[in-house]
């Protein structure tokens, strides 16, 4: 069934695209391309998946699964992320040196696509700043993050122009820009059913405000990247132009192959580049790089004398002592009961944004301390930076490792009383209190699946459950 697009919409996309613009509609009357991103902390890449030409490690499935019910999801295995948006990585890549310790904003961060993305691209000395203005989707950025695993990022819930007062702070700012969704049409009919042509000068003259309220916090060589998931000159092209006419900078181009059939576009010197569905296996999106070629220094950052972050006690870090690799790397913060490892090179620029900003998650949480006792957080069993030998590890089954996600009792063979890392083909889930005749299923409430396993369980639907652990040969 072909889709109903606007009449406005189809005026203007035959203008755009002109004979291409038949191609252009029977590749919307397409499934949309189902991809995910992996985490190569945490498993080795897929061999027998396409890959997403454009990054080192995105893939693409035939069909959609139930990712709910694949535990290397839960894990922070992977990501689910659209695969066009994944060229985020060369722009990264082609206009910032990665391996330098960089300060990193991802502006409109939720879900957490393009943080998650960002935080594996970085080196393990930088810092990335993922907000979101609305505070439920913050919530959901911040789990996303824990998942991930990285450590090195804070999750912020502010306005841009709370950001813009944090002069020069970043090196490397990603803003990808609310928009009219016309990109999201086969995928999301909410989309369309949505747009109107006032909505996308409304989506613009936001976008203006929104580049123009953070521009400050940018240092000067400092990069911008902008995105949409929309097709429109206004949004896209025009607003770049515009931004070069306000402020001092200048275009960024990256190479690209012709392999990859991404459109180049040029507009009053300024390059950009697009994806249209029936030029590349992904949806519709947009994404320019510029350089700040001036503008004002960060100011010199010194030790409070009353310092927001309030260091561990030495009896306080004995408590966790042995859990953290690297533990030079981490400086322990504590905040009522938890215990937070905070990147230790970065404590003074921390200060700043939790003096600043709403911080809804920052570093790693360990440990919850109570009475000379630490309860380790769900945000330990998921990092990247949990010590191998700290704590012994139950390997579990598929059908158990729902079942724990589900926050049901679980049993663990030939595990120590205490605390048990629960994992899945290697992936660790999260904790679990071995007791004498019981398991204590530690598993956050938030975060468990609330869908009924008792179809999904039946012996003969177990084989097919999807997991991702399945494609690794």
């Not at 393990?124 to 913050?138: F, G, Q, T």
């Not at 966790?320 to 913060?333: A, F, S, T």
Request: overall charge negative; glycine content about 6%; some cysteine.
């Amino acid at each position: 069934m072909s889709l109903a697009l606007p009449a406005p919409f189809q005026t203007r996309m035959q203008s755009q695209l002109g004979e291409a613009y038949s191609a252009f509609t029977d590749a919307l009357d397409q499934p949309s391309p189902t991809s995910i991103r992996v985490n190569r902390a945490k498993m080795p890449l897929p061999t027998s998946l396409p890959q997403v030409p454009w990054t080192e490690t995105g893939f693409y499935l035939s069909v959609r699964p139930s990712f709910t019910l694949d535990p290397m999801f839960h894990g922070g295995a992977y990501y689910v992320q659209e695969a066009s948006s994944m060229f985020l990585e060369q722009a990264l890549k082609q206009s910032v040196d990665l391996s330098e310790p960089l300060a990193v904003l991802d502006l409109c961060g939720a879900p957490g696509g393009k943080s998650t993305h960002i935080a594996s691209l970085l080196s393990e000395e930088s810092l990335l700043v993922a907000n979101e203005v609305i505070k439920p989707r913050a919530n959901i950025l911040a789990e996303n993050i824990q998942k991930w695993g990285s450590g090195n990022v804070v999750v912020t819930n502010n306005d841009p122009s709370h950001i813009g007062k944090l002069i020069g702070f970043f090196d490397v700012m990603v803003v990808d820009a609310p928009c009219s969704g016309e990109g999201m049409f086969r995928k999301d009919p909410d989309a369309m059913n949505e747009w109107s042509e006032a909505n996308v000068k409304l989506c613009s003259e936001r976008q203006r405000r929104i580049l123009m309220d953070v521009w400050d916090a940018l240092k000067p060589g400092g990069v911008l990247i902008y995105s949409t998931c929309t097709y429109n000159l206004e949004e896209n092209e025009e607003n770049l132009a515009w931004l070069a006419q306000q402020q001092d900078a200048e275009t960024i181009t990256l190479d690209l192959s012709p392999d990859w059939g991404i459109t180049e576009t040029e507009l009053e010197g300024m390059h950009g580049y697009r994806f249209y569905p029936h030029r590349t296996q992904g949806e519709g999106f947009f994404l320019a790089a510029v350089r700040k070629t001036e503008g004002e220094e960060a100011r010199t950052f010194k030790k409070s004398k009353r310092p927001f972050l309030v260091l561990a006690s030495k009896q306080e870090k004995a408590l966790v002592q042995g859990w953290l690799k690297e533990p030079k790397n981490w400086e322990l913060v504590k905040h009522k009961e938890t215990l937070r490892a905070l990147p230790h090179a970065w404590m003074l620029e921390l200060e700043q944004l939790y003096e600043n900003l709403r911080v809804v998650y920052g570093g790693i949480e360990v440990a919850e301390v109570m009475k000379n006792n630490a309860k380790p957080l769900p945000a330990l069993a998921l990092s990247q930076h949990v010590s191998e030998d700290a704590f012994p590890r139950a390997e579990v089954d598929l059908a158990t490792a729902l079942k724990f996600l589900h926050r049901e009792d679980v049993v663990l063979e030939n595990s120590a009383n205490g605390w048990v890392l629960v994992q899945f083909n290697g992936v660790a889930l999260g904790w679990g209190k071995k007791l004498q005749n019981r398991v204590n299923n530690h598993y956050p409430k938030e975060w468990r699946i609330r869908m009924s396993l008792d179809e999904a369980l039946k012996p003969e639907n177990v084989g097919g459950l999807f997991t991702l652990g399945s494609t690794i040969e």
